[in-house]
């Protein structure tokens, strides 16, 4: 903690020390590993040294530390090894070796980093997520942000200082190493950058001290903890520092020492050279699988609400209803729970939990990208949190924000509204017509597509008692509420939402259609359209559209025919899973997908479906064709 | 153009006569459709009517116009119409009506419309694409980019500044219509931004002026042409200005007016209620595909280069050398080519090129999000262009910009380097196997995937002088040149690459490896040791990862095993292609897929593998096992 004025004379040679030791690790494993980023891990590695000598480590209210720039990684693990928090001869073997977790860029679960990062401006919206955590769990803990200058340059920054700025975030701390070079040459030539301006202009306050002066370091972390703005601290650092050769050689942002060079660089500090010892261990192998530590959290789901169709309840506005309930239940009991929006609001359906619990629920405006990182890093502390935001926004704008997401294992439930054609008049920018496919990359996602506002409710609720990152998917249009022959809802009472089940919604010996969403009661009136033909189709609805339910599929690989009908892209929604499934069954009868094949018309619904055949009149003659 | 001082009396009189009249289109054809954006689009109406006067709209030069915020598509087209470009009836009649090119965003192809928009905050990077295409053909054209205020929070906006900045374009203007409004409320409550001080910070010149007072848009509009710098003039406004019970209210930014309002806003204007003529009118169809107007290129792609293993070429160095010499041959007989870099150059090769081109070389910096755009804008306008960049930043993290790419039918050459688990070190953020996955969405994209350097230069080259988006995947490693029992090279003399065309490595009647890329070498390796165990497998190379070959896929159909062998995602690679056909054609054998099947580990490409199942070692002990 920052408690003295300044550091003693003994600190300040004791950091000394740990740095010229710390330097050695650096070179001497991007040198044994033939790879990594030597250059920046030197220029970063004073700030390092100080900034973990002094933040609270301890204790769940502990400090949360992002480092940006992960490819630093090398200066990181020297910095835990030489304060002891990592074993240093492990960290120096095993970097950059496959199973071990001394990653080309930091990993969270390394002891007191909190995000795995790697692709460059996402970390100061992560550090937004954990600074929020901390001020709505009122713990005191800070949040510190150390980047590179090089990413700067992003423009998820200047979101996230907005962010910062609008909710008050004084408990974070940006320390941007300013070596003044990236990888192609200084960043003056490469993208010329005000970055002091950048940050003033949105209301932040700036230090400029040198990055390799204990006392600055420490001073600057200590005014900017107590500030009453969030700050950010511009580091002066001189890649490479202390071995002179490599000074301010942009060559060695990427690139490690040569046997020559590393040789003189061992020399320069005053270390010996035990190269081959740590030869020979890195033929050893050494795994650790850094945690996850997704925090516990305790979700009452409450009890399901049922619909009934005069209630003229859409999906969106059915999870909405569960958000709000969900926030009733559980954060009077000390269970947060928190909503972010892209300023959208009274179309996603977060409206009635943002008024209810203003606290909680966080308005990010139109900044996607930003969002859903901090979304993301929240949602690991603790927080139930969903994203709600229009499909086109919420996985395809921020697709590479999910998939780090994804990698960091967050608990995030993304509420994807106005998904597939059936967004209609706004057109094809605005109909996500592949989320699917996209969402099917990313391996610890879950996704759902309910076809009523019954299953929404319930896959609302099974998404928040759940660990793990879910999708789930609602359109723009009002979808009929599925009954049972008895009248009652089919996803009423008496029905569990179950991961991976399809649900039979009308039995047929002819063939099947496969489908999910709103394009399920068009199904049904597919098959009334072919039963007035003489034939009798099956109608499966399918809303974990990368699950394949054994029970219900090895009934349907015995008929004639098959088809899949999604409001999605044609190749890339259910059609390839069910396909999967097919080939390996030996499946003989025929088979046929239909989805969208172009971007879409921008007009009312149906005749959006109409322009790519995909309305119940041009579906029932196609299935007829099949049966020639 | 801007020739006069100020308008005349009458200019503005006859702009305020337009005004009112265009005021009643918006209106009418918002509530006839009873959908779309009436408030913003009269808040940018007087910025519209002036710009479209005054304009060069004339001749193969003519001015550029991208309206970012297309949502404001009412105003554009009533102020096309009453301009003369558009039939006035039509346009109000068919508003987001299907097959209208009236859409619910502005398409381009719309006279004087240059970019199809809808997602915000891409605008102002198509606008500096255009503006670079003006500065390297010389041909004096201006860009204008009118743009919303709340699209402003958009972080690739701030990377567009910088980059407009670094390169000069001082024939760029933005105009921002300050209505202070977005769709959940004023832009101070839903993230406040300072947006002069963000456009100071990046160096821009700033103009204030009232956007409602046609001289006052003349004059500004004037000044930045002629200024030295890049301008963004900042409109104040008023959401639904001059319909008194419609100002300042963000309910009317995207909700028509219901039946009394409109009366009464017809009535405000002192314009007649023609309601019931558009609502028969608007029964009928009106169709018109706004032609993409891609400009003809004269691309002379050149005699292939020919490698040899003791070349030691890589994929991405052949890239290169392929660029260069497109270069070479184009650029002086004034077929321009041009490439985009994000900070990457030395690792994505486009240094040569950089080198000998200095002009036609555009480093855009850690802005991958803007650099997508600007290349995808310059494509359109006659200019050769590739993109290059790592598959992590070229596709995952650009997909929303690639999509818009290719909304807008560009004609981009997007070079992903270092796809694939082949990344090794740098680890799971930066091993991007989705990128196959995530194209097959992209309806107008071509995705290939060369197998060696020979293979990767005609590729590069059929690409160059084949119009539409491509997405050539490479490497990081090196792979083997593939050749003939004859000991010539497979792809080199009297090899043509053509689009979809499967290449038999080698043949076999127990089974078959489809392949490609870096897995094909591999792929051969296994078959050397399934031939051991005395099973005879063909390997595939696929090239064209989204193409059946019929020739080919025929003879396949008949074996008794067919395997699917990728560094990608397992389920989203060529797998369901695959199974897409062998399930329509009746297949009858065993088939399996081999692909990533969750995130990599940090090491050597071959341990990476090996954790995945992937190396030649696991895939032939796998295989065995489905011969059983």
Chains 1, 2 share one sequence.
Not at 97 to 126: M, R
Not at 347 to 376: L, M
Request: hydrophobic share 40%; with cysteine; proline share 3%.
């Amino acid at each position: 903690m920052f408690d003295s004025e300044r550091l003693t004379e003994k600190d300040v040679e004791n950091l000394k020390e740990l740095s010229r030791l710390a330097k050695g690790d650096i070179i001497t494993m991007t040198h044994l590993a033939g790879t990594g980023h030597p250059g920046g891990s030197i220029s970063s590695l004073d700030i390092y040294l100080t900034l973990f000598s002094h933040a609270n480590l301890v204790g769940k209210a502990r400090d949360r530390i992002v480092v940006s720039h992960g490819h630093t990684s090398p200066g990181v693990y020297s910095t835990l090894a030489r304060l002891g928090h990592l074993p240093v001869d492990e960290v120096i073997a095993f970097f950059r070796k496959a199973k071990s977790p001394f990653e080309g860029h930091v990993v969270k679960g390394i002891p007191f980093i909190d995000w795995s990062t790697g692709n460059l401006g996402q970390g100061l919206s992560a550090g937004c997520g954990f600074a929020m955590a901390s001020k709505i769990k009122k713990d005191g803990s800070h949040v510190y942000v150390l980047m590179g200058d090089g990413e700067q340059q992003k423009g998820q920054i200047g979101e996230a200082r907005r962010l910062a700025k609008k909710f008050g975030l004084s408990n974070i701390t940006v320390i941007i190493d300013y070596n003044k070079l990236q990888i192609s040459g200084g960043i003056e030539k490469v993208m010329p950058q005000n970055i002091i301006e950048n940050f003033l202009s949105d209301d932040w306050e700036v230090i400029e001290i040198n990055g390799h002066d204990y006392n600055e370091i420490y001073a600057a972390l200590k005014t900017a903890r107590n500030a009453a703005n969030p700050v950010c601290i511009i580091a002066n650092t001189v890649m490479g520092n202390g071995i002179s050769f490599m000074e301010n050689k942009e060559k060695y942002h990427g690139s490690p020492l040569n046997a020559a060079e590393y040789k003189e660089a061992m020399g320069i500090l005053g270390l010996d050279d035990k190269l081959d010892f740590y030869k020979e261990k890195r033929k050893g192998v050494w795994t650790w699988d850094p945690s996850s530590d997704r925090s516990d959290m305790a979700i009452d789901a409450g009890m399901s609400f049922t619909y009934n169709e005069e209630d003229k309840m859409d999906n969106r506005s059915a999870f909405g209803k569960a958000l709000k309930d969900l926030g009733d239940r559980n954060i009077s009991k000390g269970q947060l729970v928190c909503a972010f929006d892209c300023d959208l609001a009274s179309s996603v359906k977060t409206s009635d939990f943002a008024k209810a619990y203003p606290d909680y629920f966080f308005q990010g405006g139109i900044q996607e990208h930003n969002t859903a990182t901090a979304a993301g890093a929240l949602s690991t502390a603790g927080v139930l949190t969903f994203f709600a935001d229009f499909g086109v926004f919420g996985i395809d704008e921020t697709y590479n924000q999910q998939r780090l997401n994804d990698i960091n294992k967050t608990n995030l439930k993304t509420a994807l509204t106005h998904v597939g054609l059936d967004v209609g008049p706004d057109g094809k920018t605005h109909q996500c017509v592949d989320y699917i496919g996209l969402a099917r990359n990313l391996y610890n996602f879950k996704t759902i597509v309910p076809c009523d506002a019954n299953q929404t409710d319930r896959v609302v609720r099974y998404a928040a008692a759940t660990k793990g990152n879910f999708l789930i998917a609602m359109g723009r249009n009002r979808w009929p509420i599925m009954y049972k022959a008895d009248k009652k809802p089919v996803f009423g009472e008496g029905y569990t939402f179950q991961y991976g089940a399809m649900d039979v919604m009308a039995e047929g010996k002819d063939g099947a259609i496969i489908t999910y969403g709103g394009m399920v009661y068009r199904a049904l009136k597919i098959r009334e359209a072919l039963a007035a033909k003489g034939m009798n189709f099956a109608v499966i609805n399918m809303p974990c559209v990368n699950e394949i339910d054994e029970k219900v599929m090895t009934n349907l690989v015995n008929l004639p025919r098959i088809v899949t009908y999604e409001d999605h892209n044609r190749l890339t929604g259910i059609a390839p899973v069910i396909t999967n499934y097919l080939v390996r069954k030996g499946f003989k009868g025929k088979f046929e997908s239909f989805g969208a094949t172009k971007y879409g018309a921008s007009g009312d619904t149906d005749e959006v479906m109409e322009t790519q055949g995909l309305d119940a009149g041009s579906m029932t003659q196609a299935i007829l064709k099949m049966m020639k």
